[in-house]
């Protein structure tokens, strides 16, 4: 047996866990809203993959793409479309079905129902008619972009998803100017044949020492994710025909702070906030440093993250 079968796990282990899966509760006369893989059809979960087999109907965004998948995994569920172009007549009959105690499932082409996809609609009317959704977490084109891009930290994680970018460049430079003043990294969407356009819009509009992140092919055989200041970003682009392909997920970086947006502390509170730093976050540096010294929280917490932020350019 080699080393890779040995990690396989056994039949039954297994037939264990799809068991205990299967033995959950499934509420009756409920929606489950179920995240489906952005690419790498492995990615579906146990739960997923129970709901869609056990419940009575699967509503659609592209029938014609959900059933190749649905097959894939042996799903023989029948499909109903609900797509944004009929979403209000699809709520009405998901709701219909949901009045005769049937469960249904909610799906998009890729990743998570009403996150950047038809759905949100759907599910609003179905909770306001008073039946349950049950949303089952999974594969996410944003997430995992964050996830591999460190763009964020547990100091500071807040970002802000964005969706799709406007497609005209005057809408498009004035839209970025609205999500770049934001103090969090902000991802987006672009499709490929608007990239280099894009890319150079938030160039002029951040200047060129703004990170970027390209998150592209996520989950997929050419998965590539790459950061690089704006001013070199379409240069990058330009050095392989293949990094315009595919699916993109674009990360705007939080802009540095400046040295002057540091506050001033004494040096013994200096010394104190060193010293926490080296043990504990800096949300608890400046909790316990509050405490000792009488500086207000929020000034420890900016003094910290100015003191990161000049760590991280002296890094690079």
């Not at 109907?57 to 190749?68: K, Q, V």
């Not at 990294?185 to 894009?198: D, G, I, K, N, T």
């Not at 509009?205 to 200041?229: D, M, N, W, Y």
Request: with cysteine; aromatic share 6%.
């Amino acid at each position: 047996m080699s080393d890779t079968e040995g990690r396989i796990p056994s039949a039954g282990a297994w037939q264990g866990m799809m068991d205990k899966v299967r033995g959950q509760v499934w509420p009756e006369a409920c929606l489950y809203v179920v995240a489906t893989p952005i690419g790498n059809l492995g990615d579906l979960t146990l739960r997923g993959w129970q709901a869609l087999e056990q419940c009575d109907i699967i509503a659609a965004e592209d029938t014609r793409a959900t059933r190749p998948f649905l097959q894939a995994w042996g799903i023989q569920t029948p499909l109903m479309a609900a797509h944004r172009h009929n979403e209000a007549q699809a709520a009405s009959a998901i709701i219909e079905r949901l009045a005769q105690g049937q469960r249904v499932a909610l799906v998009s082409d890729a990743g998570a129902p009403a996150v950047s996809d038809p759905g949100a609609r759907v599910v609003r009317e179905v909770r306001q008619a008073g039946y349950r959704v049950v949303p089952l977490p999974g594969a996410s084109a944003v997430i995992a972009a964050l996830m591999g891009s460190g763009a964020t930290s547990d100091e500071n994680p807040a970002f802000a998803f964005a969706g799709f970018m406007p497609s005209k460049a005057v809408a498009r430079r004035k839209w970025l100017q609205q999500w770049a003043g934001l103090d969090m990294p902000v991802l987006m969407f672009e499709s490929p044949h608007r990239l280099r356009a894009a890319v150079r819009d938030m160039e002029q509009v951040c200047g060129p020492q703004r990170r970027l992140t390209f998150a592209r092919e996520l989950s997929k055989r050419f998965e590539q994710i790459h950061t690089v200041p704006l001013g070199q970003a379409e240069q990058w682009l330009a050095e392989d025909g293949h990094r315009e392909q595919g699916e993109f997920v674009l990360i705007l970086h939080e802009a540095p702070r400046q040295e002057h947006d540091a506050p001033e502390l004494d040096a013994a509170t200096e010394r104190w906030m060193s010293a926490l730093l080296e043990q504990v976050s800096l949300r608890d540096a400046a909790r316990i440093g509050s405490q000792a010294s009488g500086v207000p929280r929020d000034v420890l917490y900016a003094w910290g993250l100015a003191r990161q932020a000049r760590e991280d350019r002296s890094g690079d």
